[in-house]
């Protein structure tokens, strides 16, 4: 029987899968770390979408081999499983490093993917994050706000990790003149999301397929800003092919508070879904909105999918995470 070599589940994801102008490169060999999971999976699609060869670099700590098993058996897709807190010895010409647990070990992790680029004089792209911002004082916030970060509370492991990793990043890139690219990214979501791992939308939506009350954490007034990730996969690649060193937000500024994202996702999934309200986490961001100025002027960059359009797409590929091949079963 014929095999399937590429397999087609990525193409409802991505809008069309376009290849934008000036992404016309072909050829590249490209690490992606993390790439079995959600964002870095999606990257994995593109670049083998567009001709480059692949070579995912995962320990599968939350990623998830379904995520990129449609490649297995192109010739220009390789899964390795290994944990980057190991230093690691391959040839590429790029390196997109997503892998992060949210834990210490990001900071070596990094450093092992920053000394890789070194030697062999890739370019690497860090996967930062808005939590560099903190609890901001600002609002939105601009790249060249340095945060408001408490160094020893509950989150900070990972806020702290992300932002040594930046240090780490334009040390090598001063010191070594590793080529590299800084993203801040802003709260995405999408197909292939970690069903479980307690993200506001994942949590809203996996209940409401399931029937369960939507947890609303403290009185629901906090904000975050939405983007959908066939654009945080579009600005990644512009970022990674084009001249600019960064930091730069990548996020779509649409800002709703976690009572109107509960809102939508009753409309979209169940208007009948109940709402819990639970205490709130400590050290919880009160707002966030990304001002994306810098990506839309030196990227040419920004988000086109408004959260009432990519909420659905996420549904589906909840929907059947959830209940596997059942048609319509919570209804
Ligand atoms: P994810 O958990 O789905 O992906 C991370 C992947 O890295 C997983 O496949 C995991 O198994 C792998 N991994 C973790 N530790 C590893 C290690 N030590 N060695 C090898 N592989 C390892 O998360 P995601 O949402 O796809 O996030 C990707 C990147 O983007 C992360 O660096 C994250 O910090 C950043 N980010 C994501 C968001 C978001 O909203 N999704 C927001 C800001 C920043
Ligand atoms: N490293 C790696 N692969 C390489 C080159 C380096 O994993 O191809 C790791 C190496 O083990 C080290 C880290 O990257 O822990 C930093 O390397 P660098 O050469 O910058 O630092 P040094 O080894 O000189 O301290
Ligand atoms: N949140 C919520 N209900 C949940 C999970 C999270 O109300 O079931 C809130 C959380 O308190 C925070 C916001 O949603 O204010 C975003 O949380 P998430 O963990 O998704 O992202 P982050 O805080 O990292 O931006």
Redesign the pocket.
């Known amino acids: 029987p014929q095999r399937s070599v590429y397999p087609t589940r990525f193409e409802s994801f991505n809008m069309g899968g376009k290849i934008p102008l000036g992404l016309k490169r072909k050829g590249l060999r490209i690490l992606v770390?993390?790439?079995?999971?959600?964002?870095?999976?999606h990257i994995v699609d593109r670049l083998i979408e567009r001709g480059d060869s692949v070579i995912v670099?995962?320990?599968?700590?939350?990623?998830?081999k379904d995520?990129v098993m449609h490649h297995f058996g192109n010739p220009r897709f390789e899964l390795i499983r290994?944990?980057?807190?190991e230093p690691l010895l391959l040839e590429v010409d790029q390196i997109y490093?997503?892998?992060?647990?949210a834990s210490p070990?990001n900071v070596v992790?990094t450093l092992n993917m920053l000394g890789l680029a070194k030697r062999i004089g890739a370019r690497f792209l860090l996967?930062?994050?808005?939590?560099v911002y903190g609890d901001p004082l600002q609002h939105p916030q601009v790249e060249t706000y340095w945060g408001n970060v408490n160094p020893i509370g509950v989150r900070s492991c990972?806020d702290e990790g992300?932002r040594t990793a930046e240090t780490l990043t334009m040390d090598y890139h001063r010191g070594a003149g590793v080529e590299v690219r800084i993203a801040?990214?802003?709260?995405?979501?999408g197909p292939?999301?970690?069903i479980d791992?307690g993200?506001v939308v994942s949590n809203f939506v996996a209940q409401a397929l399931r029937k369960e009350p939507l947890t609303v954490y403290g009185d629901g007034k906090q904000t975050r800003s939405f983007?959908y990730v066939s654009d945080l996969v579009e600005g990644l690649m512009r970022l990674m092919e084009g001249e600019h060193v960064g930091p730069f937000n990548l996020g779509n500024p649409g800002e709703f508070t976690m009572l109107e994202l509960a809102q939508v996702v009753q409309e979209t999934i169940d208007p009948n879904a109940k709402i819990e309200f639970k205490p709130n986490t400590e050290d919880d961001p009160h707002k966030r909105k990304p001002d994306i100025t810098k990506a839309k002027e030196l990227l040419g960059w920004k988000p086109k999918v408004p959260l009432r359009k990519g909420l659905p797409m996420m549904v589906s590929d909840f929907r059947q995470r959830i209940f596997g091949d059942q048609k319509n079963p919570a209804t």
């Open positions: 770390t993390g790439g079995a999971g959600f964002v870095g999976s670099v995962d320990n599968f700590f939350t990623g998830n995520n290994h944990d980057v807190v490093h997503l892998a992060c647990p070990t992790g996967t930062s994050t808005s939590e990972y992300k801040r990214i802003f709260n995405t979501y292939r999301m970690c791992d993200r983007q």
